[in-house]
């Protein structure tokens, strides 16, 4: 309320300790104010609105309208940053490499003072963000879920949300691009992914590992599929995720997860101290680790076999195909027309000849 937000103000103290990088949003906001007033001074004074000077340092409700709304356009960039360090911090915890923090760790560097990672465990599965289907690794937290989890929107309103972007869009799109068709055979999309990096650590990049399991994964769904894998549902997106574990999010199935803000979900979106340290000091140290094939199975220990299509692309087809077809359909009418007037034109003849 009003009265909240002057007794904000006042404690400048408090503002800078309670507002993660506080200092990097003032000086973003400001930014904003001293772009508006070079634009000032660069319009012509007959363009001045009236009432104000260029080079005056007062402000009107239309001043602070133009400022607030180049904020909001531009603020989805400014936040990338802050995405970015989220994602190289969440890395450094992901030993395995498979886009999974385990939910001890996630805690342990909240009760070490980071500020970000506090969500209770009831709100990350709300969220979509938690696996707990191995047996050996425990609970983890998924990075590109929680990432785009929308307790990690900036800004959120009922028109439209600021969040963490999607790396996965931009791979799927490169797809499209090279494609050019709503599916492909299974090892046309394998060789076209051996190209791609997939984020490794904060500085390196290296092609993704298809060998074994999820190359089989791709061509059994090719095969359930007349020989060409959909890319536009959600079983090409579950392999994407495991090709591209710190990029792609896992797709869960329609209605099993509610993409709420903290707002939204309620008073128990923070995990207590005690539940932390609970789930800290439950971390098994001593269990053993995968080996071989084993190790493979426990990593796709979360897919399923559930598909589900954002379109039906059976009757769709590249343009060049349609006038293919076309010309085909086209030949095959002209020659049924002329098989009928043949014999047409045999009955005529053998009804006129002596």
Same mark, same amino acid.
């Given at each position: 309320?009003a ?7 006042a ?6 300790s309670?507002f993660? /990088?506080w200092s990097?949003l ?9 772009a508006?007033?070079f634009k ?12 104000? /000077? ?6 009107a409700f239309?001043?602070a ?7 909001t ?7 990338d ?12 915890m992901?030993s ?9 760790k996630?805690?342990?560097s909240a ?10 465990e009831s709100y ?5 963000a938690?696996d ?7 609970k ?7 990432l ?5 929107c900036?800004v959120?309103?009922?028109?439209y949300?600021?969040?963490?972007p999607s ?12 494609i050019?068709?709503?599916s492909?055979p ?26 074994g ?9 090719a095969?359930?599929?007349g ?16 090709a591209?574990?710190r990029?792609?999010p896992?797709?869960?199935?329609r209605?099993t ?6 707002t ?14 609970r ?13 071989g ?7 796709l220990?979360q897919?399923?076999?559930e598909e ?25 009418v002209v ?10 034109g045999?009955?005529?003849?053998g009804?006129g000849?002596?």
């Amino acid at each position: 309320d009003a009265e909240g937000i002057k007794a904000l103000l006042a404690n400048r103290t408090f503002l800078a300790s309670a507002f993660p /990088h506080w200092s990097k949003l003032v000086a973003f906001a400001r930014g904003e104010v001293r772009a508006m007033n070079f634009k000032r001074q660069q319009e012509p004074r007959s363009f001045s609105r009236s009432g104000h /000077h260029a080079m005056a340092p007062r402000y009107a409700f239309e001043d602070a309208h133009e400022v607030v709304g180049g904020i909001t356009r531009s603020f989805a960039s400014f936040w990338d940053s802050e995405c970015a360090s989220m994602k190289a911090t969440l890395m450094q915890m992901d030993s395995h490499q498979t886009g999974r923090v385990p939910l001890a760790k996630f805690y342990s560097s909240a009760l070490d003072s980071e500020w970000r990672f506090g969500e209770s465990e009831s709100y990350l599965r709300d969220l979509g963000a938690l696996d707990e289907s191995s047996r050996w690794r425990g609970k983890q937290v998924m990075i590109p879920n929680y990432l785009q989890a929308a307790s990690n929107c900036i800004v959120s309103t009922p028109h439209y949300m600021v969040c963490c972007p999607s790396e996965c869009d931009v791979l799927l799109g490169e797809l499209e691009v090279a494609i050019g068709a709503p599916s492909a055979p299974a090892g046309r999309i394998i060789g076209l992914v051996r190209n791609m990096t997939s984020q490794t650590t904060v500085d390196h990049d290296d092609p993704p590992s298809l060998d074994g399991p999820l190359t089989r994964q791709l061509e059994q769904l090719a095969e359930n599929n007349g020989g060409a894998v959909p890319l536009h549902g959600r079983l090409f997106a579950q392999w994407l995720h495991y090709a591209f574990p710190r990029e792609c999010p896992f797709p869960h199935r329609r209605g099993t997860t509610a993409s709420l803000s903290p707002t939204e979900f309620g008073s128990q979106y923070l995990a207590t101290g005690d539940e932390m340290q609970r789930h800290a000091a439950a971390a098994n140290e001593s269990a053993p680790l995968e080996a071989g094939q084993e190790a493979k199975q426990q990593w796709l220990s979360q897919w399923s076999a559930e598909e589900e299509l954002l379109a039906d692309s059976g009757d769709l087809a590249a343009p060049w195909e349609s006038r293919h077809s076309a010309l085909i359909g086209g030949l095959l009418v002209v020659l049924v027309v002329v098989a009928i007037l043949t014999k047409l034109g045999g009955i005529a003849g053998g009804k006129g000849g002596p």
